[in-house]
């Protein structure tokens, strides 16, 4: 509403997902969020399944019917900050416990351009977090990495440890 989000995860040290981070022309971007293949899927939970491959702890919206879709199931979503002057946003809070792995378990912690993977132990065992897959990635050897197919054509990171316990990735660039 008015502002380019950009820059708010390195001010917040938290990860975001938005449909459009720098206020691009409408005839651009799709200006709603989740993207449309995860809106139509009510078989799978769409929204939902959106939020919990993602593991997303919030959401803010300044949309009316967003606002009357989260307050309708205060179950899944409860309302939790509300901001703004002119452009009210409500922040919903997402109830359920969170979690970064979509198979395996440890610790993941992120910061620009680099996303560090703890195991509980070393291990051989593959395990994928929730994190888009990017070609430009890079990982520390002798792991190695590899996209994962998810629903609606999203990829994400599936990381083949090779015995190490601590993993980090970055880009090629860095």
């Known amino acids: 509403g008015g502002g380019h989000v950009a820059y708010l995860p390195v001010l917040t040290d938290r990860e975001m997902l938005a ?3 720098y206020a691009f022309s ?6 709603e969020y989740p993207p449309k293949a995860w809106r139509k899927d009510k078989d799978k939970g769409g929204i939902e399944a959106f939020l919990e491959l993602y593991n ?4 803010v919206t300044y949309h009316k019917h967003w606002i009357r879709y989260f307050n309708d ?17 409500q922040v919903y809070r997402v109830q359920r416990e969170s979690n970064l792995f979509l198979t395996g378990a440890g610790v993941v912690s992120a910061s620009v351009n680099e996303i560090r993977v703890e195991l ?38 599936q990381i083949n440890p090779q015995g190490l316990q601590n993993i980090r990735i970055f880009h090629k660039g860095l």
């Open 120 to 157: 509980p132990e070393p291990s051989s065992e593959s395990v994928v977090i929730k994190y888009n897959w990017v070609d430009d990635l890079r990982i520390q050897a002798p792991a190695t990495m590899e996209p994962y197919k998810a629903d609606h054509g999203v990829e994400l990171i």
């Open 73 to 89: 199931h205060p179950e899944i979503y409860q309302p939790v900050f509300e901001f703004g002057g002119k452009t009210m946003k």
């Open 19 to 21: 449909c459009d981070y």
């Open 26 to 31: 409408p005839q651009l971007v799709e200006y």
């Open 56 to 59: 997303v702890s919030h959401v």
